[in-house]
């Protein structure tokens, strides 16, 4: 259990922001965290939330009255189980930058939040908001897909391009392992224009293993002609990864695997979260 763990969760009430409140749920109640279920005010959300109730005039008392009805089903739900604490908050602003300025302001250790709607849902698999969130955020990110439902993960795949920060990354992703005695797969995929021979492979491995205190880790090259991102795509296909991460520190990774082109391609990734760990 870590101390004093905050997880930060934007909700606009759609059905991907709900699915990531009950995955801020479950890994809260793992960590003991304190769980703040974040609104940003938007006309559209409200507008959509309040047809046909003609009582819903006070439009910001009845997103407050949302907010509080989540927040009561969470602490039904997962107090007794381990979350240390859960609240809502209702922050005007642009949405980006005010989520942003509220998890560094609160030290947040990470923001879990979900896609956004269907259209920029097929045209970009993480959605514009998140994306932006995910490009612009000093604090880890967890993304969960529309319609996909907690579940305890079986296998991580820590997706690697063997930098210096792997080192320190891999221990967050192991610490979340722990809690489900999740396997965690560690791959580096090279392709044609950027190949790592099996010696130099098996030395980077050396240099990573002592960083890991874990036993249910693998770690594997894969070689794919094509793009990186659909040779991983690939091999979580094959190994059953239920998680993906990655580390953005340096953006080798996150701008081969999730440019516009390449995410229409990779539908393996619509069905499952992703984590971008973003600082040691």
Not at 19 to 33: D, F, H, Q, S, V
Not at 48 to 71: E, H, P
Not at 158 to 175: G, H, N, P, R, S
Request: proline share 3%; glycine share 4%.
């Amino acid at each position: 259990m870590v101390n004093n763990f905050k997880i930060l969760c934007p909700t606009d009430f759609s059905e991907c922001s709900l699915n990531a409140i009950e995955y801020a749920a479950k890994l809260g109640e793992k960590y003991g965290a304190e769980l703040i279920l974040f609104h940003v005010p938007d006309k559209e959300d409200y507008q959509k939330l309040s047809v046909g109730d003609v009582k819903a005039i006070d439009q910001y008392s009845f997103i407050q009255k949302k907010l509080d009805s989540l927040v009561k089903t969470v602490t039904e739900e997962s107090i007794q189980k381990g979350l240390h604490s859960c609240r809502a908050i209702i922050s005007e602003g642009k949405t980006v930058k005010t989520i942003l300025n509220f998890a560094e302001e609160n030290k947040i250790d990470l923001i879990i939040m979900g896609t956004e709607g269907v259209n920029e849902f097929k045209q970009n698999y993480i959605g514009t908001r998140s994306s932006k969130i995910i490009e612009k955020s000093e604090i880890d990110v967890m993304i969960i897909p529309r319609r996909v439902y907690f579940k305890p993960p079986r296998k991580f795949v820590y997706a690697t391009d063997y930098l210096e920060e792997d080192k320190i990354a891999i221990q967050k992703v192991v610490e979340m392992a722990k809690f489900f005695e999740s396997e965690i797969d560690i791959v580096h995929v090279s392709s044609r224009e950027k190949t790592i021979d099996k010696g130099l492979h098996q030395l980077m491995v050396q240099e990573i293993q002592p960083f890991i205190k874990y036993e249910k880790v693998n770690f594997v090259l894969k070689s794919y002609r094509d793009e990186p991102g659909l040779g991983l795509e690939n091999y979580l296909i094959i190994a059953k990864g239920d998680i993906l991460v990655t580390l953005t520190k340096k953006k080798t990774w996150f701008e081969q695997v999730f440019t516009k082109n390449l995410s229409r391609k990779m539908s393996y990734f619509i069905n499952k979260p992703f984590l971008v760990l973003k600082r040691a």
